[in-house]
């Protein structure tokens, strides 16, 4: 019992609304809808700025939506206090010229459940990343725009699998903003539970998901990442592991630079923090979007 209520929290999808529209914050947009290639329909906003530079954002996993995360529903185990709302940041963002693309990973929010109804922390999620790349690189609006990438955890290590999928190629792609990538092996040691209960809930997980998830890992695609990229970490959040977070900027061969925070002692205070001081880590963007 206490395995599969501990992988619910770790892979269990459908835990995620879209709390709040764009329109609540003065932003045009459209509702938009796209297909992964393996069919599974994803739903996002298409916050319309300028025709020439898009924001794609990829959000983090389980907890959270397009919209960010609310503690609403969320029973006794809530990761923060009140709403992280990602428009925050996006309002920011169009204020400055860009369009942004908004959307809900499989599985999270209103996009459809995917191939497998499971959370897989990038693997299947990487998918997602692509459609969105080619979502935006087929528009007839947005065909000539630059694109930057706003990878949030598992947006993150869904994008860097990405990157090692194809997404390299494209050359409209122009920088990246990776916050807080988190490896599935050093979350579990970070929760602390005791070798029995933990390879009990790593089992239950790679039987739900169809995935070795304590051996598969997004740093060996690291190195495929093409475009200059902003690394983000809360030092003090409670599932990091300082070693993984060099090892990904080391691993990185592009232009790069890393931004370590110094905020509460929980993992979402970096989300929270985005949005509320979006100035001080988007300004990457401005850099190579041009």
Known sequence: MLSKLLSNSIVKGGV?????????YGLPYEEVTFNAKD???????LIKGNTDKVII????????SRSGYTPEGKGMMKMWKEDIAFLKHVKHLHSKGYSVLMYDFRNHGNS???????????????KDVIAAVEFITQHEDYNNAQI???????GAA????????????????KAMVAIQPLRYLDFIKALGLDNFIGKGVTKLNNERTGIAMDEVSFMPNVKDITVPTLLVQNQNDEYLNKQSIDEYFDALTVEKKMIWLDLD????????????HPE???????????
């Not at 995620?16 to 609540?24: A, E, I, K, M, R």
């Not at 069919?39 to 906003?45: F, I, K, T, Y």
Request: glycine share 10%; hydrophobic share 35%.
């Open 16 to 24: 995620s609304p879209v709390f709040d529209l764009p329109s609540d």
């Open 39 to 45: 069919g599974v329909q994803l739903s996002g906003w």
């Open 57 to 64: 954002q990829s959000h983090y996993g389980v907890q959270s």
């Open 112 to 126: 459809d459940e995917g191939t497998s109804p499971w959370v897989t922390w990038g693997p299947e999620e990487r």
């Open 148 to 154: 930057g990438l706003l990878s949030i955890c598992m």
């Open 158 to 173: 869904s994008s860097t699998y990405a990157f090692g999928d194809g997404v390299k190629e494209f050359d409209n792609i």
């Open 265 to 276: 002692k929980k993992r979402a205070a970096g989300y929270d923090y985005l949005t509320k």
């Open 280 to 290: 001080e880590l988007l300004f990457w963007f401005d850099q190579y979007l041009k």
